[in-house]
């Protein structure tokens, strides 16, 4: 197996103690010493702690993911595709869980540099998301129009994940969670087919 770039490690070494302590409590000493790298060096590869979570937020990026399960599905219709992807977004989701529940216990310490970084995922996986649906649909829905439906279809399925796996705690079996993005998946179509969008 090849061994990770020092900057790969650094990365990794940061993710895991991002998720086991947060942003703001893991010291870039830690992270150097988990990655096995002097604290120097870590400056020299991102030059400061919040430069190193963007990269970390980069790197664990859902897109690819995603990216991955539009292609699983390429020839299909609409709704496969977005079910999929409803699929890959949730279960994403709930790998990265500890992760996200140390960002969001942490939300109002945050810096507006940090806040920033995240919003620039959001507009990432969102505009992501447009493309997808430009790329299906015949017709010449509006770009806005269709990011209100990108951002309705995220959050759904986002609102699904906060509740099911951290308020309830598993509660709905796999199945049930299937039928609820599917679910999803026919609001989102039904809304395209109006007027209104």
Known sequence: MQSLSTRQRI???????????????????????????S???????????????KEVL?????????LDAVKEVEQSDLEDVL????KKFYNTLVSKKKFIVITFSEINKYSE???????KVITQLDDFLVNIFLKYLDNDKKKSDL????MAFRGMIFDLFL??????????LKSNINDILLSY???????????YV
């Open 185 to 195: 998946v026919k609001i989102i179509l039904n809304s395209l087919n109006k007027d």
């Open 39 to 53: 604290e120097v060096t870590l400056f020299r590869k991102f030059g400061n702690k919040e430069r190193l979570f």
């Open 58 to 66: 980069n790197s664990k990026s859902i897109i690819p993911d995603l």
């Open 147 to 150: 990011k209100i439906l990108v």
């Open 113 to 119: 540099k940090i806040i920033d970084i995240h919003q």
């Open 11 to 37: 990365i990794e070494a940061a993710y895991t103690l991002f998720s086991e302590k947060g942003y703001h409590r893991t010291t870039t000493r830690e992270i150097a010493k988990a990655a096995s790298v």
């Open 83 to 86: 079910f999929s992807l409803a």
């Open 163 to 172: 509740t099911n796996e951290i308020f309830l705690r598993k509660k709905n």
